[in-house]
């Protein structure tokens, strides 16, 4: 199955899109979409490149700017582990048309691939030796009879946690840029990230427009600093992202 493009995906939501700005006109969930589609239309580029590196990282923000939620006591996101896990449960509870399943099956291979890799487990890396890579693997193994049971959001939030531990290495400085000993990963999770995002826009579009998600974290804004001779002071009014 021919996977949409980033264009064929915001010709689909323009229909939502329109609706959603009739309520509000920078409706969060409008900006959600266009914030993922900026960046997974990036992540395309950059993957034409080969980037692998850069490539992830634009497909993560594509993904956060989807699950991110804004902690309203707290004044500041909420951690993202939380918020990724609630949103993969969402995906899957709202998928009636299997886009995410689809993947997961169809994919399947690449899906083993990533389970096998010690180097994206966290159980090996608190002690790394052949004893912790080998059980390590025992995720790759336990996932078959996942996918015999139809246990998609195990095996989605396994799935996620090991590209999310990439991720985290490359946003912390944990990892050289371009590294030949992490290229296998890296294009693995690339090519992953890229088939998930597309399903859970294709979700978005079919079965979620009408939810709620959530506070959305840093809204549009543009300072304008006005002359104002009875307050003198700034405003801020809301402009595009």
Not at 4 to 16: A, E, G
Not at 170 to 187: D, E, F, I, K
């Amino acid at each position: 199955m021919t996977a949409p493009t980033v264009r064929d995906l915001r010709r689909q939501w323009k229909p939502c899109k329109e609706r959603l700005s009739q309520r509000s006109g920078e409706h969060p969930t409008n900006i959600r979409f266009h914030r993922a589609c900026s960046w997974l239309q990036r992540a395309e580029q950059i993957a034409a490149d080969d980037d692998l590196d850069l490539a992830i990282l634009s497909q993560w923000v594509a993904f956060n700017a989807l699950y991110g939620q804004w902690d309203g006591a707290e004044r500041e996101p909420v951690a993202d582990i939380l918020c990724w896990r609630h949103f993969l449960e969402r995906m899957l509870e709202l998928d009636e048309s299997r886009f995410v399943v689809d993947v997961l099956m169809e994919h399947k291979p690449l899906v083993m691939s990533i389970f096998d890799d010690e180097f994206l487990s966290r159980y090996f890396w608190q002690e790394p030796s052949c004893e912790r890579a080998g059980k390590s693997k025992r995720t790759k193994f336990e996932s078959r009879t996942w996918y015999l049971d139809g246990s998609w959001r195990l095996i989605l939030e396994k799935l996620m946690d090991r590209i999310y531990f990439l991720r985290c290495q490359l946003v912390h400085g944990a990892a050289t840029y371009n590294s030949s000993l992490n290229r296998t990963a890296a294009r693995h999770c690339a090519w992953m990230m890229d088939h998930l995002l597309r399903a859970f826009l294709q979700v978005w579009i079919e079965h979620g427009s009408g939810e709620d998600w959530g506070i959305l974290c840093y809204p549009p804004l543009r300072s304008q600093l006005e002359d104002d001779s009875q307050r003198g002071t700034p405003t801020l009014r809301n402009g595009r992202t």
